[in-house]
């Protein structure tokens, strides 16, 4: 399988939990997988019960996006009192393929003054968890979080054994 | 210079620069500027985003199908390797196209570095290759074709970011190895290379070259304090598609801080310049001293007369 | 060789065998008129073949060990540091040393000065054995060696300087061999070669001057791409393809006359008088444009730093160095050349000589390796590559020594035609040339 199909099948899988995740009331779910990397890494089943009664407050998370307010300098002079939007899902702005030709084009489209920076949404995961984690003393590491699947062990040379002062250097 | 003349004269230029343009050279040539392909892409490399997971380099060696590595690529104890006493650290070679660095600057968290080719508007490699080897695509890759490579290494003593490596190991096949921007198998196919898209960080960021410049600058903008205000590599030696954002000074995390903005073509433009002169002026200067040297031996006093030898030794320099 | 002259053996230097009044044979004119067993005798008693032999015992299965596990089991080239000795000494220092080509055929051929006739020939040679070996290095270097045709027909970079010096260095060693083929065609008696190849000697000496200009230029030049790697030093933004230029003028001179030193006190027997008796004075007057080229060489060296600004590198460690260069490879040869041109001693000349060139190697090496990636870390060669480079110029030696043996470089062929039509005169040869050698010589050979 390509890393594009991958990614397709991705965005499907994430798409359909953003579905059934808004179309069940506008309540919270409870679980939701996180399998963007399910080549190298296992899904990670993430906790959102358990987080978000960590969180004092969502935006700590959805920025201003479930109408809670936000205290970000950088987005408090637009959204202060920014309503509840329809969907909150993390893929709803952050898409999975930031890069792709697809994106990149739909991108240079928009007229945003301020969004044209967004993160995809790995990186929005991997920033929300382990800015979190680091200061609640979270699990920071990579197989803390993700198992890591024969073919990651194979991706990062697991076996390898070689000397460390030689690593193939002239 | 009158009005007309000046018009003309600016008309004759803009011919000749469409007539360069539009002849689709992919080479900067020693005759003008070359501001790079309008829509070429490139990568902005976010030094404050980077955790040091080498999952770049994972990415880099199966998608470039490179040799194993001596150690895995989770093996973080390659940070504290050092090589020639110590100076230097790892650096690209034949079997690593892209390296993460680590350095620790005073009373501060530890900052990463990726390496790898930065993919310059008007790359040193490419205007030093004698078999034109490299090319410079539109979608911003330089690119190599190793099937001409002589192995003479001459981009390696150019390119300003030591980049280009070398299959010294090889007796046979030995050419000149580096980081293509996955050009090949992705980036002509509108995909973003192996290493940015393993990135989890998003420390690399890939986009037009133009919208990465003005994404950088938000960056720096919109986060007071977090990095220095530079876009390395915005301006840098002509320019280059790799750019790097960088939390304290560049030459603390291994780059050259002055490299100067001139992409490295201009410092033997002056050189190149001289040859047509040479080759149009001397043929005639020297059958021209020929013909005085000659009339004067005809009156026969020239045998003897070794002070001669003075001018002439002055008049080659 | 020298105790068989002594003995009254007489190396070939005619068409004609004196003692059977035959030609000599092919066979004949390489063992020099000698019987295989003489000639291998006399090689066998030169202690200088021993050392050549022992080079050549340990240095050639090194190249061979080269071409079978590549350049990095023998050198310490790197990706840092690209380019070694092969390159540093081989191509950078051979080609300036070689520039006497140009410089002679030039005051000769070009300024009329046929007072330098008696050692124009050995000049040529000079000039094109120095550039063919650079080739024999470059071709121990490329990595694939197989390929250095490629520029010229198959893969075109016209905007590279390397360019240039590939393309320059291959006509201009076209150009070397036709020059040097002159006495090549007397040997082998084929006088319709000479007569062609003096018709055009006009046109290959320009030309000589012209890629000459730019291909040392141009090795310069090659240094303009490292502008942050070479120290400020031996580096000039506007100025390195004239320094390397200008240098090379006193560098293809003082090695001509080097050369010559040695063959003076090596292969005297082989020179004829009019080599011999004219050497002083073709020294000192070598010595003259050495001269002046090497003050040239100083000043603009000088201008160099005052354009960049670079004084304040002077006060540093690597100024120290370059100031022991300056000195030791432009200054000294300058006073000793002044004094020995004032007071006509040439053997003062050939010491200052001496200097120039080990101070033109010493820039070359400097700007190649030594202060090349001054801001990164020294890297030393690599044993295997000192021996390589060694064993490749014991190549050169050997060659060098082999056609001057044969070819009449440091002699006079004595042709066919003159002995035919006036014996007389021929015979009263060497009176004449003792008058007046340089023209004696120069009216023989023409």
Known sequence: ?170 | MSGISRRKFLAASVAVGAATTLGGTKKALAAGSFSGYPNSMGVLVDLTRCIGCRSCEAACNKEQKLPDPNLPFDDMSVFDQTFHHGTQKRRTDESAYTVVNRYTPEGSEPIYRKVQCNHCAEPACLSSCFVNAYTKTKEGAVIYDGSVCVGCRNCMIACPFNVPAYSYSSAFGAVVKKCIFCHETRLKDGLPPACVEICPQEALTFGKRKDLLKIGHQRIQTHPGRYIDRVYGEKELGGTHWMYLSPIPVEEVGFDPRPGNEPIISHVKEFLGVVPMVLAIWPALFTGFHLLAKNQEGHGDHEHDTEHQHDEEGGQQ | MKSLVELGVKPVDSLINERNDKRWSLMEKLFLGLSPGQYLGQALRNPFNWILGLIFAVGLPLILYRFIFGLGAITHASNDYPWGLFLGFGLFCMVPLSASGFMLGTTVEIFGRHDFHPIERLALLNGLLGYFFAVVYLMVDLGQPWRLPYPMFWSFGPAAVLFLVAWHVATYLSVQIAEVSVAFFEWMDWLGGKRFIRRITIGLTVSGIILSTLHQGALGALFNYAPGKVHPLWYSASFQWIHFFVSAIPAGLCMVIVVSTIIKKTMAWRCDDGFLDSLDRCTLGIAKGAAMGLITYLVIKFIGVAHDNEWAYLATGWGAWFLFEMFVGVLLPLVLFAYAIRHQVASLARWGAAFTVLGIVLNRLNTALITFNWKLYQEIPHIFEFIVALTVFAIYITTYRFILYRLPILYSWKEQPQEALAPEAVKAAPASTTVSPANAVYRKID
């Open chain 1, 1 to 170: 399988m390509s890393a594009k199909q991958i990614l397709t099948t991705l965005m499907m899988v994430l798409a359909l939990i953003v579905v059934g995740s808004t179309t069940m009331a506008a309540d919270m779910p409870e679980q939701v997988s996180l399998d963007t990397m399910v080549e190298l890494f296992e899904a990670v089943e993430f906790d959102h019960d358990m987080h978000s009664e960590l969180g004092e407050d969502c935006s700590v998370c959805h920025h201003h996006t479930t109408g809670t307010g936000t205290t970000d300098d950088r987005c408090i002079s637009c959204h202060a009192n920014s309503d509840e939007l329809e969907t909150v899902a993390c893929i709803n702005c952050h898409v999975s393929d930031p890069f792709s030709s697809e994106h990149l084009s739909r991108e240079s489209q928009e007229i945003y003054q301020f969004h044209i920076d967004r993160p995809g949404l790995k990186a929005a995961y991997h920033w929300n968890c382990i800015g979190c984690h680091e200061e609640m003393d979270g699990p920071t590491g990579c197989e803390d979080c993700h198992a890591r699947t024969p073919e990651g062990d194979e991706f990062y040379h697991k076996d390898a054994t070689g000397s460390a002062d030689e690593g193939g250097h002239h």
